[in-house]
């Protein structure tokens, strides 16, 4: 892995006359992109832009004055790889007792306990949010362990209910139908709007999860 | 003291809080929401001396009725109406005073979809995150309204506005034209299914919502048939799920969404589709 993701395996796209869709060719580039347009924006190196929206391996800018403008300065980045030193981290405590830990275990190979210590080893990085506020899409499992979702999905999944699906994990913030394998759950508030910030994952922020003793 | 609040007597199919909605958190997955019709929100806002920006009401189709304990001053305006104050019609699109305990009623839109009533020092519910919008996609914000649901309302902060000669109230459209820029993954559709887009075929569905307009008509053919990976969607995004009917995406929109968006409408042409009714006629209109 090169320590810079050269700019021309970086592809911008107009959307609309207001915003740019700039797509990287996976999505370890794309998160490196994202982390250095937050560097450049808090460094006041960056034209105004309403939204950074990043997700799977794109990085959409919206609200931007001079979209042409900015899409050929992009082209001309050197976009360091991912710096874990200067983002922010958390950590989650968290009960493995999710309904498919064994369906999950059985997909790895590996007894409940050894699915356990792979999970709660591995580092994880808030690559994207969706589905709902506060939502974060965390990699950080290497993509062996990557998981179908559920044939069916719950109509209803509690809220703090850890989950996979494909190489991402995530925690849902409220009670909601959902379609990720369950292993499981955490008392920590990811969403709450009386709290600044809002959302306890952003894009970005470094996460580990910790076992609770039971 | 005066009782700044208002009574909800009838809450109509859908009436919800709107004001400029909560844009820079799409990041965090928080729909940006505010007022569909932006242009009559704002303008229903000036006629009652409010800030553009002030929490105003947003109706669906049939309107409402409100009890407010105090006396106010109130603008309806968005699509047209009967207006009445207890029981006596009033001027729609003009400021009317309604005095306290006096039933305000909004009538079914005659035309167009969503009536915008504004009062003086606009509804005053409990911010999250810096807006007063409801947020129908992620459930932030104050819940649609019920009957017997009380809101508060702000202290007014000016005389009410004066709108010179003819008032700027634009008319619902009887064929929705929108200016569409393709792209992002307009590549992702054969050469026909865009010409089939910017074709005479479509008409606005029954299913639409604050979250999207969405269209009948035939379906857009894909040229590539792979998934997309989940990527940033803006307001006006016209996103084509399985089914080919083409959605415009409005102000609850998904933050994130893994349908490919073949173009994206103009900013300036979605107050109108707020405003258009099932069956009207849309025509996606290219520009470069």
């Known amino acids: ?214 | 003291m005066t009782d700044r609040a208002l009574a909800v007597v009838r809450a109509g199919a859908l009436t919800t809080v709107q004001d400029g909605g909560r844009p820079g958190h799409a990041h965090l997955g928080v729909p940006r929401s505010g007022a569909l019709d932006a242009r009559a929100a704002h303008l229903a806002n000036r006629l009652v001396g409010n800030n553009e920006g002030a929490a105003v009401l947003e109706t669906t189709l049939d309107g409402c009725a409100l009890r407010p304990r105090c006396a106010v001053v109130t603008v309806v305006g968005g699509a047209p109406c009967a207006v009445a104050v207890d029981g006596r019609p009033v001027a729609w699109g003009a400021p009317v005073r309604v005095p306290a305990g006096a039933l305000l009623e909004v009538g079914r839109a005659v035309r167009g979809v969503r009536s915008y009533v504004a009062f003086t020092g606009g509804i005053f519910v409990h911010p999250v995150l810096g807006s007063r919008s409801t947020d129908l996609l992620s459930g932030l914000g104050p819940e649609p309204l019920t009957v017997g649901a009380v809101l508060p309302l702000g202290e007014p902060c000016g005389p009410p506005g004066r709108v010179d000669g003819a008032l700027p109230w634009c008319a619902p459209p009887a064929e929705l034209v929108l200016r569409i820029r393709l792209g992002p993954r307009d590549d992702w559709f054969t050469r026909q299914a865009i010409g089939l887009l910017t074709g005479p075929g479509y008409r606005v569905s029954s299913a639409s919502n604050r979250i999207g307009l969405r269209t009948e008509g035939p379906p857009l053919e894909r040229a590539v048939a792979r998934e997309l990976p989940s990527e940033g969607m803006v307001l006006g995004a016209v996103q084509v799920p399985p089914d080919g009917r083409p959605v415009v995406f409005l102000a609850d929109h998904p933050t994130t969404g893994g349908y490919p968006v073949v173009g994206v409408v103009d900013g300036r042409d979605l107050a109108a589709a707020a405003q258009a009714v099932p069956g009207t006629p849309v025509r996606f209109t290219p520009v470069l």
Request: include cysteine.
């Open chain 1, 1 to 214: 892995m090169s320590a810079t993701a050269p700019a021309r395996d970086l592809r911008v796209l107009p959307v609309g006359d207001r915003a740019l869709l700039v797509e990287l060719p996976g999505g370890r580039e794309a998160e490196a992109l994202h982390a250095e347009l937050l560097r450049r924006r808090a460094a006041g190196l960056l034209p105004p832009v309403r939204e950074i929206v990043p997700a799977a391996r794109t990085v959409l800018l919206d609200g931007v004055d001079h979209p042409r403008a900015l899409a050929r300065e992009l082209a001309g980045w050197v976009i360091p790889d991912l710096d874990p030193r200067t983002e922010r981290s958390v950590e989650i405590p968290v009960r493995y007792d999710g309904p498919d830990l064994p369906d999950v275990a059985a997909l790895w190979g590996v007894s409940v306990e050894a699915a356990v210590r792979i999970h709660a080893s591995a580092r994880f990085r808030v690559a994207f949010c969706g589905f709902a506020p506060g939502f974060g899409y965390l990699t950080g499992l290497p993509q062996r362990y990557a998981v179908p979702r559920r044939a069916t999905p719950r109509t209803t999944v509690p809220a703090g209910s850890l989950a996979l699906a494909g190489v991402y994990s995530g925690v849902y913030p409220r009670s909601s139908p959902g379609g990720w394998q369950l292993i499981g759950s955490t008392d920590a508030a990811l969403w709450d709007p009386a709290r600044e910030p809002a959302a306890l994952l952003s894009p970005g922020t470094r996460v580990r999860f910790v076992p609770e003793a039971r």
